[in-house]
């Protein structure tokens, strides 16, 4: 039997839920895949919380990074995996569970045999900005 292509892999995954295991722990889940972009929507609440009070930047970084992750499954080959190699994050805004609904949008910019770029956007429902990233990825044959 042939691997699925990477965009079938991603549609399938919205088609179940979209939760990947990580979604049910911190409450988020895919809900847009097409080729090169993946959106994440998450609802983060009092347990996100860092010791001041806000949402940890570990919630936002990890929406992010799914976001980036999954833009580049969608643009992969049957028989690819792959990993992140480096992510950077810029905090915008914080949140607090009040910010409510939280949207991140990840879109490859290039994609290589080997590396992808790929940059991701977290938003609140009035499109207001709180976090970024850029992340570079490894394609991986498998």
Do not use: W
């Amino acid at each position: 039997m042939t691997a699925p292509a990477g965009i079938d892999v991603a549609r399938a995954l919205v088609a179940a839920g979209g939760k990947p295991p990580i979604g049910h722990t911190l409450a988020f889940a895919l809900v847009e895949v097409e080729e090169g972009r993946a959106v994440f929507e998450g609802d983060p609440g009092p347990e996100t919380y860092n010791p001041m009070g806000t949402v940890h930047g570990g919630y936002a970084a990890t929406l992010l990074d799914s976001a980036c992750g999954i833009a580049t499954v969608t643009r992969l080959k049957a028989g690819q995996a792959m990993t992140t190699l480096e992510l950077k994050v810029a905090y915008h805004r914080a949140m607090t569970e009040a910010t409510g609904k939280v949207r991140a949008e990840g879109v490859v910019i290039s994609i290589g045999r080997r590396v992808a770029f790929v940059e991701a956007k977290l938003t609140d429902a009035a499109g207001r900005l709180l976090a970024s990233a850029t992340s570079t990825l490894l394609v991986i044959d498998q």
